[in-house]
């Protein structure tokens, strides 16, 4: 099945900096690449996704790159504020089900 | 923003209780999740239902039992559950076909006693 491994675990960074948070998988099968950010006691929500056949894509200070061929892809927090402070998980899906793994986290902390 | 109600959002049960976690999402989605967060993990996926029908099943132990009755519900039933199965449970939905976003409700955080 597949496995999607998430780095950093814990990530600081200085306010209007920028943050990267990098993840690999194994399954090249997989061609689904969402993004969550979960606020402490709050529901995971979708911040932005990329299909496999997209390279990136940017949402305002939020972009994801995806490398298929070495098959990890990036997510990219630009100018930080403190509401930025979260954990992230990436996750991994194949097209053909609806079984999506979850990256361990990367706990993000902005600095005022 | 998308909705996926759950309720309860808390529930404190014993080991010998029977009780039922609900799930509801009316966005049309055909697609319906449980995943089980422990505190500082990802969330883990349970079961999936896709038209109503149980697709996936994680090898999950028979004291949790999934029911989806119709296409806007699902249902979590627990039973005889241990305090190694205190988490927080998340459901969430989707669109079927490829590649389309799941939406999270806001969980029920179960403790079990």
């Known amino acids: 099945g597949e496995n999607v491994e998430q780095h950093p675990s814990t990530l600081s960074v200085q306010e209007g900096d920028s943050a990267v948070i990098k993840c690999t998988y194994s399954?090249?099968?997989?061609?689904?690449f969402p993004w969550y950010k979960q606020e402490l006691g709050k529901r995971p929500q979708l911040i932005i996704d990329?299909?496999?056949?997209?390279g990136e894509k940017k949402d305002q200070r939020i972009a994801v790159t995806l490398n298929k061929t070495a098959k990890h892809f990036s997510l990219h927090i630009t100018e930080t504020q403190p509401e930025d402070s979260a954990v992230y998980f990436c996750?991994?899906?194949?097209?053909?089900?609806?079984?999506?793994?979850f990256g361990a986290g990367t706990r993000l902390t902005v600095k005022p | 923003d998308t909705e996926v109600t759950q309720t309860p959002k808390h529930l404190v049960m014993g080991m010998t209780n029977k009780k039922s976690l609900k799930c509801e999402q009316h966005?049309?989605?055909?697609?319906m999740y449980w995943y089980k967060q422990k505190a500082k993990k990802p969330p883990e996926l349970m079961f999936v239902?896709?038209?109503?029908?149980?697709?996936i099943n994680e090898s999950v132990p028979s004291r949790f039992s999934p029911e989806c009755p119709n296409s806007s519900l699902l249902n979590l039933h627990l039973h005889a559950l241990q305090p190694e199965d205190s988490a927080l449970y998340l459901c969430?939905?989707?669109?079927?076909?490829?590649?389309?976003?799941?939406?999270f409700g806001d969980g029920t955080r179960l403790s079990i006693l």
């Open positions: 239902y896709s038209y109503e029908k149980l697709s």
């Open positions: 399954d090249s099968a997989s061609n689904y």
């Open positions: 966005m049309g989605h055909r697609a």
């Open positions: 990329i299909r496999s056949n997209v």
């Open positions: 969430a939905s989707s669109l079927t076909g490829v590649n389309q976003p799941q939406h």
């Open positions: 996750a991994a899906r194949r097209g053909d089900n609806n079984d999506m793994r």
